[in-house]
Nanobody, 124 residues
Framework: QVQLVESGGGLVQAGASLRLSCLASGRTFSSYTMGWFRQVPGKEREFVAAIRWSGGSTYYADSVKGRFTISRDNAKNTVYLQMNSLKPEDTAVYYC?????????????????WGQGTQVTVSS
């Protein structure tokens, strides 16, 4: 079992930056592909970014490419999402997700564990 706890959300103005963190329990964090998703009320959860367990390759949704950066610190069992140049349309609840040694990363079903989410609100 892996428990994920997100933090770092908040209310910011358009153009500002935020860094989300996701702390994972357990001693095998480096073997998990980690992803970030987001969801607004009435819409499906959508993929934002992922970082693979093997090699650390990163992947992004087109809507955040060039503005968001995903990274991980295996020594701290933490994955980060640096969000720059935030837009009102980035407003959502952001979720961290994990799956053991997975090569797939874009779909909700690709992940086994989820955090509780952290709210990000970007005002115009």
């Amino acid at each position: 079992q892996v428990q994920l706890v997100e933090s770092g959300g908040g209310l910011v103005q358009a153009g500002a930056s935020l860094r989300l963190s996701c702390l994972a329990s357990g001693r095998t964090f480096s073997s998990y592909t980690m992803g970030w998703f987001r969801q607004v009320p009435g819409k499906e959860r959508e993929f934002v970014a992922a970082i693979r367990w093997s090699g650390g390759s990163t992947y992004y949704a087109d809507s955040v490419k060039g503005r968001f950066t995903i990274s991980r610190d295996n020594a701290k069992n933490t994955v980060y999402l640096q969000m720059n140049s935030l837009k009102p349309e980035d407003t959502a609840v952001y979720y961290c997700a994990a799956r053991w040694q997975s090569y797939y990363y874009m779909q909700e079903d690709d992940y086994s564990y989820w955090g509780q989410g952290t709210q990000v609100t970007v005002s115009s």
